[in-house]
């Protein structure tokens, strides 16, 4: 399975924490280190400047600091010591649709999940910091993804990536074009779970810091998922009733594919703009 798809450089991306400005950070994002501009060849798969002169830690830090400068990335204050909510009521997405919560519970909603996860013991982690992900122009093809679904559910997952991929899943979403690098046990198509643990996984090993995304996601109705799948599958039971349709003509899919249809631990969704990032927990 699959948490570390990413996103070529051509859309802006959005969420519904507070309104910021649309992507301004370049495609690749030329970061500065310590005063000094990275000024090597960005990398072809990712579009970030990589370079000898710098640590990974250290290009990570630069990411963090251009975003959070150019209004994509906002800082939360984390009270370690404060007595945090318990789990039934700060993991609300992981567990219950949000589709009839309105605006502001929304945010709160997501607030909730991403401080409750960095203030507790749930990632071993020396450090952490939380960041909400400004809203840009995908919010409004989200939202109207949304309203043509049948069955809007849509829930808070986590998604692990890598530092190369960060930017552009920051300016322009999840593209399921780059799905495949941790393989399609359950389809080609980008992958959430409720776990940040398992989420964790799918980042880069031997970095240091490590980020993983909050995302809300539009699973709507989903089914088991298999390998190479492209599209979820059709839903059995409803093929158009007209004279003489042909079969296979009018009926509908699936929204999602997942590892365990009664209780999901994997989700895989099929269109980029089914999920969209709104927080991220970075650890070092």
């Known amino acids: 399975s699959d948490c570390a798809g990413t996103?070529?450089?051509?859309?802006?991306?959005?969420?519904?924490?507070?309104?910021?400005?649309?992507?301004?950070?370049?495609?690749?994002?030329?970061?500065?280190?310590?005063?000094r501009e990275l000024r090597s060849q960005p990398s072809a798969r990712s579009g970030v400047a990589a370079s000898a002169e710098v640590s990974?830690?250290?290009?990570?830090?630069?990411?963090?600091?251009?975003?959070?400068?150019?209004?994509?990335?906002?800082?939360?204050?984390?009270?370690?010591d404060?007595?945090?909510?318990?789990?039934?009521?700060?993991?609300?997405?992981?567990?219950?649709a949000l589709a009839a919560r309105g605006t502001e519970e929304c945010e709160r909603a997501i607030l909730q999940?991403?401080?409750?996860?960095?203030?507790?013991?749930?990632?071993?982690?020396?450090?952490?910091?939380?960041?909400?992900?400004?809203?840009?122009a995908q919010a409004a093809v989200y939202a109207a993804v949304s309203a043509a679904m049948s069955?809007?559910?849509?829930?808070?997952?986590?998604?692990?990536?890598?530092?190369?991929?960060?930017?552009n899943i920051l300016c322009n979403g999840f593209n399921r074009a780059y799905?495949?690098?941790?393989?399609?046990?359950?389809?080609?198509?980008?992958?959430?779970?409720?776990?940040?643990?398992?989420?964790?996984?799918?980042?880069?090993?031997s970095a240091a810091p490590r980020a993983i995304l909050l995302a809300r996601v539009l699973v709507g109705r989903f089914a088991k998922g298999a390998p190479q799948m492209r599209e979820p599958p059709f839903m059995d039971d409803v093929a158009m009733e007209a004279p003489g349709n042909i079969i296979g003509v009018g009926r509908r899919r699936y929204d999602s594919t997942v590892d365990n249809p009664d209780q999901p631990r994997i989700f895989c969704v099929f269109r980029d703009f089914q999920a969209l990032p709104v927080g991220m927990i970075v650890l070092d």
């Open 151 to 167: 069955d809007p559910e849509e829930r808070l997952l986590w998604h692990g990536t890598s530092w190369q991929s960060l930017p």
């Open 82 to 96: 404060a007595n945090v909510a318990d789990e039934d009521a700060c993991s609300i997405g992981s567990e219950e």
């Open 56 to 80: 990974p830690a250290e290009v990570a830090e630069s990411m963090i600091e251009a975003s959070v400068r150019e209004g994509m990335l906002v800082p939360q204050t984390l009270t370690p």
């Open 7 to 35: 996103r070529r450089p051509s859309r802006s991306s959005a969420s519904p924490a507070p309104s910021g400005p649309p992507c301004a950070v370049a495609s690749p994002l030329v970061p500065l280190v310590a005063g």
């Open 113 to 136: 999940t991403i401080r409750w996860v960095a203030e507790t013991d749930h990632l071993t982690a020396t450090r952490r910091r939380a960041y909400t992900i400004a809203a840009g």
């Open 179 to 205: 799905s495949g690098r941790h393989g399609t046990k359950f389809g080609v198509g980008t992958y959430f779970s409720p776990d940040p643990e398992y989420a964790l996984r799918y980042c880069e090993k």
